[in-house]
Each structure stands twice: as C-alpha cells, then as structure tokens.
C-alpha cells in the first residue's frame, strides 16, 4: 500500500517556475517508477512525466520536454516536478501516481497503482 500526498501547487506568472512535490508513505515506495499527470477542466487526465524507481530514466510528454523535469529522493520517500517557464495551457489539477511500467518505450507502457490527490496549479499569462 502507497499513499501520496501532493502539495506545492498555486498560482505562477507564465515564464516563472513551480516546484511540486509528493510525499509518500508505505515501504513499497522504492519499488515503484513514480509519475506525474494533470487534468484540465473538460479535459482527460494526461501524461506528463515519469521516473524510474532509481531516477536514472524520465520520460516527458512532448508539451512539457525541455521545460518539466521529475526527479526523486528515495530517502525521504518524495518525488518532484519542477516546472520551468510554464504556460496557461500547464493550468491542470496535477496528480502524481505510483506507476508499474511494463515497457519502456517511447512512449512507456505502464500500469497506475495509487494516486495522490491532486493539487491545483494555475498559470497566469
């Protein structure tokens, strides 16, 4: 059993930066690549980034490559999204989820096991 908790989320300027971590709790953390999604109004939830248990391999969507960067500590159970120079169109809910991957590809193949709660990220223009 994992439980996450995001928090960092909140209203940033377009072009500024956010740093959004999930806290999580439960021994099963390390075993699991960790990832980030959003959901915007009226839209599906979407991919946006993944990490393997060890951070040694991400994987982006294309809207967030170059921009977004998802990294670990395994240490202290916490995964983060630091979102660097972010557009109104980042406005989502963003959820992380513990992740099975089944493949990594391009794009990966995975199986979602546990999600956080979401929290609110709203990108002003």
């Known amino acids: 059993q994992v439980q996450l908790v995001e928090s960092g989320g909140g209203l940033v300027q377009a072009g500024g930066s956010l740093k959004l971590s999930c806290a999580a709790s439960?021994?099963?953390?390390?075993?699991?690549?960790m990832g980030w999604f959003r959901q915007a109004p009226g839209k599906e939830r979407e991919f946006v980034a993944v990490?393997?248990?060890?951070?040694?391999?991400?994987y982006y969507a294309d809207s967030v490559k170059g921009r977004f960067t998802i990294s670990r500590d395994n240490a202290k159970n916490t995964v983060f999204l630091q979102m660097n120079s972010p557009k109104p169109e980042d406005t989502a809910v963003y959820y992380c989820?513990?992740?099975?991957?089944?493949?990594?590809?391009?794009?990966?193949?995975?199986?979602?096991?546990?999600w956080g709660q979401g929290t609110q990220v709203t990108v002003s223009s």
């Open positions: 990490s393997s248990w060890s951070g040694s391999t991400t």
């Open positions: 439960g021994r099963s953390f390390s075993r699991y690549a």
């Open positions: 989820a513990a992740v099975k991957i089944t493949l990594w590809g391009n794009p990966p193949r995975y199986e979602t096991d546990y």
